[in-house]
């Protein structure tokens, strides 16, 4: 297929599923920003004229439509240059869906789309490797397993493209380091590049920045309420304090994310909220099984019968809905018309890990609420002391450090694991 038929194909999937995602509303046309237009024209003119070993930053805020534009980019570099593309995602459940925006609008462009992370079996995987070395496949959407095991060097190595969605959410002594050397252009996104700003000065990627700025929606902005509870606040009574807009957004058929700071606590909350909003409940956390298929090879290992993709596809398809969920939703899930985050415990978090919690609602025409809890984490530091938190997910898992700044800059003062 021509290159010419294959962005007109696109083009035709694209306003399909807007629609069907509630991007553009009954009778719009799907269209780019000027600034997503802008990024794409540059990184595709920079990357043609790149060294192997260059580095590129698509600095974005939440929202803006980044993923449109490197899933653009990486059309152009692969067709263009006859390599694949791999696309390294932070997360397993955000794989499958950026895997899912691909397949979705490459629909009839023979174009294959393949996912290699922990969540694929081992006998898939290889079937997979087998396709990408014959060249059927363009595009892999895979997690930083990609980077830790050497197996799979060979194909970064060989790639026309790597692209490293939410560079901040990976960790940089495990899974960075390893693209350091790799003689492959490299296109880093990310919201918030000051968390991983050491590692990003070191791939000089700086003077190859393009930042983004404009959102695809006139959106009302997220109306934060900051809500005083009591130190060690029964997890029930946080939630209650956000009830009156919890259940606007209900009876408006929103979807709603309630955070936990604890794995343990998700089931808990969702059956609280269950039998309080007698809405569909759907539960995320890092120690579910991916699939069915996946839940029967741990045999019984996991301690939850749900899977990640039947509770998110009960939660995509369900008006109004509640995803009870640890921290792992900030990294990156898109689900339409998701209006309202209730942050139990919200001092728990760092600024960073906030801001991608904020940034899941609010991407609508419609007006959006982040209820944040806070007052009920005792904290161990001195006022006037600053505590950085600085996310990271290793091993499906989401890894908050805490480190003091200003005058003891730089010192680890706790360092927990939050799934």
């Known amino acids: 297929m021509s290159i010419k038929k294959i962005w007109k194909k696109i083009d035709e999937n694209s306003q399909k599923v807007a629609l069907l995602n509630e991007l553009v509303r009954e009778g719009e046309k799907f269209q780019l920003t000027d600034d997503q237009e802008d990024a794409i024209e540059w990184l595709n003119k920079s990357i043609d004229k790149a060294k192997r070993t260059d580095r590129f930053l698509l600095k974005a805020p939440t929202g803006s439509g980044k993923t449109e534009v490197f899933f653009r980019v990486s059309i152009t570099q692969a067709v263009e240059k006859g390599n694949v593309v791999v696309v390294l995602i932070p997360t397993r459940d955000l794989a499958r869906q950026q895997a899912d925006y691909f397949q979705a609008r490459l629909e009839g462009t023979e174009l294959e789309v393949a996912q290699l992370h ?7 995987r290889t079937k997979i490797m087998e396709q990408v070395v014959r060249g059927d496949v363009r595009f892999v959407v895979g ?27 990976f960790d940089e ?50 109306q934060v309420h900051d809500v005083q509870a009591s130190w060690n606040e029964n997890i029930f009574s946080q939630i209650d304090m956000g009830q009156d807009i919890l259940q606007r957004h209900l009876d408006e058929g929103s979807r709603v994310f309630v955070i936990s700071k604890t794995r343990a606590r998700v089931p808990v909350i969702a059956q609280y909220v269950q039998d309080r909003y007698k809405v569909p409940v759907s539960i995320l956390h890092g120690e579910m099984a991916d699939s069915k298929e996946h839940r029967r090879r741990m045999r019984g290992k996991k301690s939850v019968t749900e899977d990640r993709i039947t509770m998110m596809k009960q939660f995509r398809d369900s ?28 001092d728990h978090f760092g600024e960073a890990e906030i801001e991608q919690l904020l940034g899941r609602v609010g991407r ?20 006037g002391i600053k505590v950085k938190a600085t ?20 010192r680890n003062v706790n360092k927990r694991r939050v799934i």
């Open 364 to 383: 609508r025409e419609r007006g959006s609420d982040a209820v944040l809890i806070r007052g009920t984490t005792g904290s161990p530091i001195k006022a």
């Open 143 to 169: 997690s930083a397993m990609l980077l830790q095991h050497r197996k799979y060097r060979k194909t970064l190595e060989s790639a026309a493209l790597i692209v490293v969605d939410d560079v901040n959410a």
């Open 118 to 124: 922990g969540g694929v079996p081992p006998r898939q």
């Open 173 to 222: 002594e495990e899974d960075l380091q390893h693209l350091r050397g790799i003689k492959t252009p490299v296109l880093y996104t990310t919201a918030t590049p000051s968390a991983v700003e050491r590692f990003l000065k070191a791939e000089k990627v700086f003077d190859n920045m393009f930042e983004m700025k404009q959102m695809p929606f006139d959106s009302p902005a997220t």
């Open 391 to 410: 996310t990271r997910v290793r091993k499906g898992g989401v890894v908050t450090t805490y480190q003091i700044v200003g005058e003891h800059r730089g």
């Open 319 to 346: 008006k109004p809905a509640i995803l009870v969920a640890t921290n792992l939703v900030g990294s990156g899930l898109d689900i339409p018309m998701a209006d309202m985050v209730l942050v139990t415990d919200a």
